[in-house]
Each structure stands twice: as structure tokens, then as C-alpha cells.
């Protein structure tokens, strides 16, 4: 049974930045694709970042590119989203998941509980 475990999250100011981690245990880390959703009150879960399991290659939503990075350690098996230039609109439960191959872009099939970012204006 995979088990997923975010943690990082907070409330900041806009502009200010935050770093989410996520760390995995029961399955196999390195050769899988690790992904960040988020899911703002009243929208649904939409995907922020994933990085592939074997290449280390990276895809972002538009609305964070550039301003946020997705990063793994599998030495440690965690995952890393770090967080810059926050906006209001970043507000969201953040949620961590864990792919069924290697291809940044999924599919998702594990999910951790979720963190909150909240970012004040």
C-alpha cells in the first residue's frame, strides 16, 4: 500500500514562497512519476506539476510556470514543489500524487491527504 505525506504548507503573503514536500513509502520511488494537484474551494482538482520517474523530465499548468519548480530526492523518496512568487489564486489544498508509470504528465493513481496553502493579499 502506497502512503503519501505532504507537508510544507502555511499561510504567506502574496509574492512570498513556500516549499512543499512529499514523502512516499510502500512502493517503488525512483521509477515512477511523482505529480502536484491542487483543488481551490468550489473547483476542482486541477493538475500544478509532475516529473517523470526516469528522466527527470518536468511539465507545469500554465498558471504556474515559471514560478514554481517540482523536484524528487530519491534518496529520500520525496517529491518537492517549491513555490514562488505566490498570488492569491494559489490558494488551495495542495495534494500529492503518485503515478502508475514514468511519464511526468501520469496517470495519477496515489494520492496524499493534502496540505493548504493559503496566500493573503
Known amino acids: 500500500q502506497v502512503q503519501l505525506v505532504e507537508s510544507g504548507g502555511g499561510l504567506v503573503q502574496a509574492g512570498g514562497s513556500l516549499r512543499l514536500s512529499c514523502a512516499a513509502s510502500g512502493r517503488t520511488f525512483s521509477s515512477t512519476a511523482m505529480g502536484w494537484f491542487r483543488q481551490a474551494p468550489g473547483k476542482e482538482r486541477e493538475f500544478v506539476a509532475g516529473?517523470?520517474?526516469?528522466?527527470?523530465?518536468?511539465g507545469y499548468a500554465d498558471a504556474v510556470k515559471v514560478r514554481f519548480t517540482i523536484s524528487r530526492d530519491n534518496a529520500k523518496n520525496t517529491v518537492y514543489l517549491q513555490m514562488n512568487s505566490l498570488k492569491p489564486e494559489d490558494t488551495a489544498v495542495y495534494y500529492c500524487?503518485?503515478?502508475?508509470?514514468?511519464?511526468?504528465?501520469?496517470?495519477?493513481?496515489?494520492w496524499g491527504q493534502g496540505t493548504q496553502v493559503t496566500v493573503s493579499s
Open positions: 516529473i517523470s520517474g526516469s528522466f527527470g523530465a518536468t
Open positions: 500524487a503518485g503515478g502508475r508509470g514514468n511519464r511526468w504528465y501520469g496517470p495519477f493513481d496515489y
